[in-house]
């Protein structure tokens, strides 16, 4: 009691009215509550998951392809076929508001004791054949290279696709066996990372 005489003193019947105040607005504030959902895109669909390459003792600057047909196999581009997966080594799918880099390398470089020339490039289908896909030096920037050294470790390129596309893409590899004359089999292991953005 003595306290609030004392508080009455220093603040006055103004500065209580005030404190009063104050505290009956802090009560009556009203709480408002938004609930968000959030709705997950996938802009990269793997394509092909393995593929069976025949090359021979000495090839020079021959080609195969991820997913390939033809013989010897791996030899031939197929002919892409929107609802079979094994048509195209990956689909990428961009809306209105980002674009899509996809970074393509290998898990671990080629043993180049076996392979003089391990070079990837990308391919992407026009509607009726497959065009060759610029290869970037990163996800962003206009910096281009030509292929991927699949001979040295943590070599990288990017495919760069812009809003509102569907494009399937194809891997193809340009190589040199012709170090050795062995003939046990080589297992090669490709990935591909997305990565959305707002521009390039």
Known sequence: ???IR????ILGIKGLLCVASMTLIALSLTTYMVT????????LTLGATSASWTVYVNDVNETRYLPGSGGPAGSAEPTVNATDSSTYAFKVVTDEDYVCAVKIELTSAVNSSKFSKFEIT???????A???ETLCSAATGSTTKSSINGLTSE????????TSETAYYL???TYSYDQVDETTQVTVEFQYEPLPQASF
């Open 1 to 3: 009691m003595k306290a």
């Open 155 to 162: 070599d990288a390129g990017y495919i760069h696709q812009g």
């Open 130 to 132: 497959w065009s060759e």
């Open 122 to 128: 990308a391919k992407h289908w026009n509607g009726s």
């Open 6 to 9: 004392k508080l009455a003193v």
């Open 171 to 173: 891997i193809e590899v």
């Open 36 to 43: 968000i959902y959030i709705t997950p895109r996938q802009q």
